[in-house]
């Protein structure tokens, strides 16, 4: 069990370009979430996966945020035409096909939008 | 829309003291996770409380939950600087499996 790996762990961007970050759950875990941390406040729920099919998204993700995990293994989370709004901490979590099993969080991605 | 506070936001206190806090989310829920947070490291499962009456226990730390007050706490005993994270507390819309709710967290201050 190596854990949930995120990359990059840091992320400058210009307003307006497109960014893609990756995340690598734990193997055996079927479940995959993405989450946003602002400072000072809890993780904002995005979406969710089990195994390739993404089943519920935020009504709060702009169309300018789209996720993907192809083969049921890692995903990536591409936000495109960022906005300095879009500064924050992006958070992975993964966690096994239970009913009550806890979230597995990685070490998240950090985006500065300049 | 189900949401979940947390107080205090801030809690700074002295090592060896006792000190709880309190976790309140606004809709029906038979779960609920508490997680610790470092500065600048990622969350850290800490307890799952499933049921009403549940209490769970590791440590200084103590969590309890009452799904029929919509309460949960986390009991510190005799604080260490060890302690010192924020902690958040996450529901989950039952039904729904997937979506955890999180608290703002509360930042824990131990003093020597």
């Known amino acids: 069990d190596t854990g949930v790996s995120q990359n990059p762990r840091h992320k400058i961007t210009k307003r307006g370009q497109n960014v893609t970050f990756r995340c690598d759950p734990i193997?055996?875990?079927?479940?995959l979430y993405w989450y946003r941390q602002t400072l000072g406040q809890g993780p904002e729920f995005l979406t969710y996966?089990?195994?390739?099919?993404?089943?519920?998204k935020s009504r709060l993700l702009s169309d300018r945020f789209s996720a993907e995990r192809p083969k049921g293994s890692f995903s990536t989370l591409e936000i495109q035409r960022t906005e300095q709004g879009d500064s924050a901490m992006y958070l992975c979590?993964?966690?096994?096909?239970?009913?009550?099993?806890?979230?597995?969080f990685g070490n998240g991605t950090r985006l500065t939008v300049t | 829309e189900l949401k979940v506070e947390q107080n205090p936001l801030f809690l700074s206190m002295q090592e060896g003291k006792n000190y709880t806090i309190y976790c309140n989310y606004s809709?029906?829920?038979?779960?609920l996770y508490w997680y610790r947070q470092d500065p600048g490291k990622s969350l850290e499962s800490l307890f799952v409380?499933?049921?009403?009456?549940a209490v769970k226990q590791e440590g200084r730390l103590m969590a309890s939950l009452d799904t029929k007050a919509r309460l949960s706490t986390l009991h510190i005993t005799a604080a260490v600087h060890d302690l010192s994270a924020t902690y958040f507390c996450?529901?989950?819309?039952?039904?729904?499996?997937?979506?955890?709710?999180f608290g703002t967290g509360t930042s824990l201050t131990v003093i020597p």
């Open positions: 979590a993964s966690s096994q096909d239970r009913l009550n099993s806890p979230l597995h």
């Open positions: 193997s055996e875990h079927n479940r």
């Open positions: 996966f089990q195994n390739e099919a993404q089943l519920e």
């Open positions: 809709t029906t829920s038979d779960r």
């Open positions: 409380l499933l049921s009403n009456g």
């Open positions: 996450a529901v989950v819309l039952p039904n729904t499996g997937n979506q955890f709710y």
